[in-house]
């Protein structure tokens, strides 16, 4: 159980296009997303946490007008890359929590590699 | 305060060795302590995590050993295997309910030599 699915699995996007990536939870609700960034050889960077209904919560540095987060339902949260450049190539994973279902712990998606050319 | 310092950043071990790697944290509101695998191209999978009530937890080959008093927690890796490598992330949060954020550590790339 617990299982969340991320795509696409990869994408490749002309500089300047807007990408969005899926995160959805199969078989439970989740109250809380979280997106992280990771580059090559190196730990996840959390870049925001989702509620549910609300407004996500940005990490400092991350530009929120470039990174749009929508978490409309309890099992569906998206991430949109807008004006993509190929700064902004990395894995992106996102992850939900399971406090809401009254367990320990957060699953990952399988994450997203990005590559803007 | 929300740091969590992972060493070694590496890590070579034979086959059927002892795979050690360490952890520490400075936040005492963490309560929930992971470990996690990673692949190249995937996402973290949870391996084994533990909570302060308890100073050890095994589950198979994977043990983690966990120090309130000195803020530390490890993970051992026994009878490590070429499949085991990969790289490892300790992480650590506060509160179930409350869809607090996971803090990781900065990773350690484990290889095992057949």
């Known amino acids: 159980g617990a299982v969340v699915s991320q795509h696409p699995s990869r994408v490749i996007c002309k500089s300047g296009t807007s990408v969005k990536i899926e995160c959805r939870s199969l078989d439970f609700q989740a109250t809380t997303m979280f997106w992280y960034r990771q580059f090559p050889k190196q730990s996840l960077m959390l870049m925001a946490t989702s509620n549910e209904g609300s407004k996500a919560t940005y990490e400092q540095g991350v530009e929120k007008d470039k990174f749009l987060i929508n978490h409309a339902s309890l099992t569906l949260s998206t991430l949109t890359v807008t004006s993509a450049h190929p700064e902004d190539s990395s894995f992106y994973i996102c992850?939900?929590?399971?406090?809401?279902?009254?367990?320990?712990?957060?699953?990952f998606g399988s994450g997203t590699r990005l590559t803007v050319v | 305060q929300q740091q969590v310092k992972q060493s070694p950043q590496s890590l070579i071990v034979q086959k059927g060795g002892i795979s050690i790697i360490n952890c520490a944290y400075e936040n005492t509101a963490f309560d929930y302590f992971p470990w996690y695998q990673q692949f190249p191209g995937k996402g973290p999978a949870l391996l084994i995590a533990i909570r302060p009530d308890v100073s050890e937890k095994k589950e198979g080959r994977f043990t983690i050993s966990f120090n309130k008093s000195a803020k530390q927690f490890s993970l051992h890796i026994m009878d490590s295997q070429p499949g085991d490598s990969a790289t490892y992330f300790c992480?650590?949060?506060?509160?179930?309910?409350?869809?607090?954020?996971?803090?990781f550590g900065t990773g350690t790339r484990l290889a095992v030599r057949p």
């Open positions: 992480a650590a949060s506060r509160g179930k309910s409350s869809g607090d954020k996971l803090t």
């Open positions: 992850s939900a929590s399971l406090g809401g279902q009254g367990a320990w712990g957060y699953t």
